[in-house]
């Protein structure tokens, strides 16, 4: 009996309604469509639906041979930001504030829209359409984009890793996008000695802009990133000795959403950025009408950001200054100072006119500045407060049309007190000659 029922189940034959014979697992349902189930290895059952036999079969075939790769077969759900969240809980080995701007920037450019995709569905497609968006639609510049393509790529690399999906979709996608977009990520200009002296020479004499002299000529003049100018506090500041002393930077977070805004108080990025900064007597004179200005309204730093209180630069209201505002401010004062100059000069002329920049540019003029003057490199790297001297030389310097004009002077007369002295050594050494022969 029990052969009998064995026998049966062996030469039970399925059809479908166009009289196709169904494989084990497969079911026509009422409306017509398919679907196949099948239990992994894992143990766990599992579906998958197609409108018809032919697509039903192309993905039984790809469900077989992800299972001979290994691929997991259940993660048909899983989205880009669930396996985002799996990277936050991994990610180790960063800095909190760069772990920080990673969430800030997934979350407000990622997670709303290209997270929702599930995984499995991403082509390398759909990420070079998205980076484009963010380019052509969100007008974001390519330095941003990278930021966000570095998390990216990260993402589906841990599901490449887990076997989730077999490749990384966006593996040297950021590549393609720069080439279809111009070319690579511009490097920040310096200003020249003639726009730098424009600028500041602009604020001294202009009573609207007169406050933001102090803080922006001690940026120019020594180098400091705009977190480590914000969070520096008057006990940094040694007028006796004439030392700045950095030993944190003041991050802020413009989150937009229920988060808010808020600042924090972090490390330098390296252990060489927690260093001593020589005062020239410029700078001294800035922080005295900083504070001049300061008594003079009344003002009086209120802030307290996990334990750091009395600011040095901070608002009308107390409250500590933070780079979005040190921006909006660089742009008030060069559309203004371009004015000036033309209505002087004329449209006709040739003027010197500041261009487009924002505070880290004042970081690289002050690098380019002190290598200008011939100081060591090594001594630049310090100020600065480089881990490695290629960072002062590869980013930060750039080489000027004046300082290029210097050095070749330089190698041009060089070449003629060489050329000199071997000339004369030439001659006496025939005189030499002359003198033995007699």
Same mark, same amino acid.
């Given at each position: ?22 494989r084990?697992?497969?079911?026509q ?8 189930r099948?239990t992994?290895?894992?143990?766990k059952?599992n ?6 036999? /032919?697509?039903?079969?192309e993905?039984?075939e790809?469900i077989l ?7 997991k077969a ?16 991994l990610?180790?080995g960063?800095k909190d504030s760069t772990?920080k701007n990673?969430i800030?920037m997934y979350?407000?450019?990622v ?6 995709k599930k995984?499995?569905q ?5 990420v ?7 380019i052509?639609?969100k007008?974001?510049?390519p330095s ?5 393509h570095?998390?990216?790529h990260?993402v589906?690399q841990?599901a490449v890793?887990?076997d989730m999906?077999r490749s ?5 996608m ?8 111009g ?6 200009? !310096? ?5 730098e ?10 009573p609207?802009?007169q ?25 940094d500041?040694d ?8 030993n944190?930077?003041l991050?802020y977070y ?6 808010g ?7 330098p ?19 005295? #009408?900083e ?6 309204c009344?003002?009086?730093s209120?802030s ?6 009395d600011?040095?630069f901070v608002n009308r ?6 780079q979005g505002t040190?921006?909006k &401010?660089?742009?008030?004062? #060069?559309?203004?100072c371009?004015? /000036? ?5 004329g ?7 500041l261009?487009k920049?924002?505070?880290h ?5 002050? !690098?380019t500045?002190?290598?200008?003057? @011939?100081?060591n490199?090594k001594?630049?790297q310090?100020v600065?407060g480089? &881990?490695?001297v290629t ?9 000027t049309?004046?300082l290029?004009?210097?050095e070749?002077? &330089?190698?041009?007369t060089?070449?003629?007190?060489? &050329?000199?002295?071997?000339?004369d @050594? ?8 002359r003198l033995?022969?007699?």
């Open positions: 009996m029990q052969f009998q029922k064995k026998e049966k189940r062996q030469t039970t034959v399925r059809f479908d309604s166009h009289h196709v014979r169904l084990t697992g497969e079911v349902r009422k409306t017509g469509s398919y679907m196949y099948w992994d290895k894992l143990g059952r579906t998958i639906y197609a409108a018809t036999l /032919e697509d039903l079969r993905q039984e790809q041979v992800d299972q001979h790769d290994g691929i259940n993660i048909k759900n899983v989205t880009v930001n669930d396996v985002y969240e799996l990277w936050c809980q990610k180790r960063i772990m990673y800030y979350e407000l450019f997670k709303p829209t290209f997270g929702k995984l499995v991403v082509k390398k497609s759909d070079r359409r998205f980076y484009n968006q963010l052509d639609d007008v974001l510049k941003t984009v990278d930021v966000i570095n998390i990216v990260q589906f841990i890793d887990d999906i990384n979709p966006a593996a040297n950021l590549r393609e996008i720069k080439m279809a977009h070319s690579e990520i511009e490097k920040r200009k !310096a200003l020249t000695l003639e726009q002296e424009l600028f500041l020479g602009y604020l001294a004499r202009t609207k802009y406050h933001w002299y102090p803080v922006f000529y001690i940026m120019a003049n020594t180098g400091m990133r705009v977190g480590e100018i914000t969070g520096l506090r008057w006990c500041v007028m006796e000795n004439g030392i700045i002393s950095v944190h930077t991050v413009n989150h937009r959403d229920e988060k805004c808020y600042f924090s108080i972090n490390t990025k390296t252990k060489a950025g927690i260093r001593e900064i020589p005062m020239t007597e410029g700078v001294k004179q800035a922080f005295l #009408m504070k001049e200005f300061q008594d003079e009344g003002m009086k209120v307290h950001i996990e334990g750091y209180s600011f040095v209201n107390g409250e500590v200054q933070h040190l921006n &401010a660089l742009q008030r004062i #060069m559309r203004d371009n004015s /000036e100059v033309l209505e002087k000069k449209v006709d002329s040739d003027p010197v006119l261009p920049f924002s505070c540019v004042l970081r690289h003029t002050f !690098a500045r002190m290598c200008e003057s @011939g100081l490199v001594v630049v310090s600065l480089h &881990a490695d960072t002062t030389l590869d980013i930060y310097v750039t080489v049309n004046d290029k004009k210097r070749i002077t &330089a190698f041009e060089y070449l003629k007190t060489g &050329a000199k002295q071997m000339a @050594g030439q001659r006496a050494s025939r005189h030499g000659v033995y022969c007699l």
